[in-house]
T-cell receptor
Framework: KQEVTQIPAALSVPEGENLVLNCSFT??????LQWFRQDPGKGLTSLLL?????REQTSGRLNASLDKSSGRSTLYIAASQPGDSATYLC?????????FGTGTRLQVFP | DAGVIQSPRHEVTEMGQEVTLRCKPI?????LFWYRQTMMRGLELLIY????????DSGMPEDRFSAKMPNASFSTLKIQPSEPRDSAVYFC???????????FGSGTRLTVV
């Protein structure tokens, strides 16, 4: 059974820091991995999608890497801003299903 | 496209009542998913459809839960009778398929008192 874990569970940093959020999964037989952002009381916003054949994807200040063989992905946030405060979720695609991690709650303070 | 549309945004109901949640997927998406989010269990997949056909309902917690997709542009998740432990945020998502990303709706916050 696929299990997805995210570390740390919570993170509080001052504005301007570069951050790394970690995601690990137990079964490397995935089709892709997706990172989402969720603001309090809101839905999920897709940030990046990495296919299993890819190593990384970039969007603005965000960079996500994937090492399928070791069952790991990282989300790198450069020059963090207070507006980045949210919960970040990774999810792996297994057959047709998306299995979610436990999330990292990020707070960036001015 | 307006994205995945869910209604209602909030629902408060009394224990024992029937609750119906609604979802309109993105036009052209072949897959539709229903998820439930709670603090204790995070995001759990309840059921998903491909081309309007239920493929996997193993996540549906009990017979009190049922889901339908009568056509490509509409799906419902029904709880009958509702219980306080059903209180959660229910999300609908749609996708073109396994090699594509998922788009989520804004969710329905259900409170059963």
């Amino acid at each position: 059974k696929q299990e997805v874990t995210q570390i740390p569970a919570a993170l509080s940093v001052p504005e301007g820091e570069n951050l790394v959020l970690n995601c690990s999964f137990t079964d490397s037989a995935i089709y892709n991995l997706q990172w989402f952002r969720q603001d309090p009381g809101k839905g999920l916003t897709s940030l990046l999608l990495i296919q299993s054949s890819q190593r990384e994807q970039t969007s603005g200040r965000l960079n996500a890497s994937l090492d399928k063989s070791s069952g790991r992905s990282t989300l790198y946030i450069a020059a963090s801003q207070p507006g980045d405060s949210a919960t970040y979720l990774c999810a792996v695609s297994v057959t047709d299903k998306l299995i979610f991690g436990t999330g990292t709650r990020l707070q960036v303070f001015p | 496209d307006a994205g995945v549309i869910q209604s209602p945004r909030h629902e408060v109901t009394e224990m024992g009542q029937e609750v119906t949640l609604r979802c309109k997927p993105i036009s052209g998406h072949d897959y539709l998913f229903w998820y439930r989010q709670t603090m204790m269990r995070g995001l759990e997949l309840l059921i998903y459809f491909n081309n309007n056909v239920p493929i996997d309902d193993s996540g549906m917690p009990e017979d009190r839960f049922s889901a339908k997709m009568p056509n490509a542009s509409f799906s419902t998740l029904k709880i009958q009778p509702s219980e306080p432990r059903d209180s959660a945020v229910y999300f609908c998502a749609s996708s073109f398929g396994i090699n594509y990303g998922y788009t989520f709706g804004s969710g329905t916050r259900l409170t059963v008192v």
